[in-house]
């Protein structure tokens, strides 16, 4: 496909996109507040003791929420200090969330 071939927008999305976008950010604030309650939850879990996790700094560092190009959308939670691989955590977070009213959340851990 050459550059003639795709589309233009009719109008700029970047302002009208930011005001509904700014909008969210009380609830990504409140989404990652919850997940970082459920990071405090999870010490005391015993299968997510046996996850790799850096319990000193583990817990959550943000919010987002998405939309690709092939249209699907969701809210993911960013978790560090905790292995990608941490099957363990990322059940007890995402249940936690579906808990406290957040169901569906995507669950990302990094170190």
């Known amino acids: 496909m050459t550059t003639s071939e795709h589309s233009e927008p009719d109008k700029p999305l970047a302002v009208p996109l930011g005001d509904q976008l700014g909008a969210l950010v009380p609830h990504l604030q409140s989404l990652r507040q919850c997940a970082d309650s ?5 010490w005391h ?4 003791k046996a996850d790799a996790v850096n319990w000193g700094d583990f817990g959550c560092v943000g919010a987002e929420a ?4 092939d ?3 969701g809210l993911r939670v960013l978790i560090e200090e905790a292995d ?8 007890f977070v995402r249940d936690y969330l579906t808990e406290h009213g957040w169901p569906g959340v995507d669950v990302v851990t990094e170190w």
């Open 38 to 42: 459920a990071c405090d939850a999870a």
């Open 45 to 48: 879990d015993e299968s997510c």
């Open 66 to 69: 998405y939309v690709t190009e």
């Open 84 to 91: 990608p691989g941490c099957v363990n955590v990322h059940n």
């Open 71 to 73: 249209g699907t959308h």
